[in-house]
C-alpha cells in the first residue's frame, strides 16, 4: 500500500474537508472516494483544479492528520 493510500484510507472525512478548503471547487461528487481506485480520484481533483498529479499527489502526502 503506498503512503496516498495510507493517508486517504483511515483519515478519508478529515482528508475530504482538507482537500475542499485547498481546493474549493471540488464537490462531494468529485471527492467520492473508493479504496483501489486513488488514480481516478486524482484524475477527477486534476480535471476540475488543473492541478498536476504530482502537485495532488505531493499535497495528499503532505497532509498532517491528528
Do not use: C, H, P
Not at 483511515?10 to 479504496?35: H, M, R, S
Not at 481533483?45 to 499535497?59: D, L, S
Amino acid at each position: 500500500m503506498s503512503t496516498f493510500e495510507d493517508k486517504l484510507k483511515g483519515n478519508w472525512n478529515q482528508a475530504k474537508g482538507i482537500l475542499k478548503q485547498k481546493w474549493a471547487d471540488l464537490t462531494d461528487d468529485d471527492l467520492l472516494y473508493e479504496e483501489g481506485k486513488e488514480d481516478e480520484l486524482v484524475g477527477k481533483i486534476q480535471k476540475r483544479t488543473g492541478e498536476t498529479k504530482e502537485q495532488i499527489n505531493a499535497f495528499i502526502e503532505g497532509l498532517k492528520f491528528d
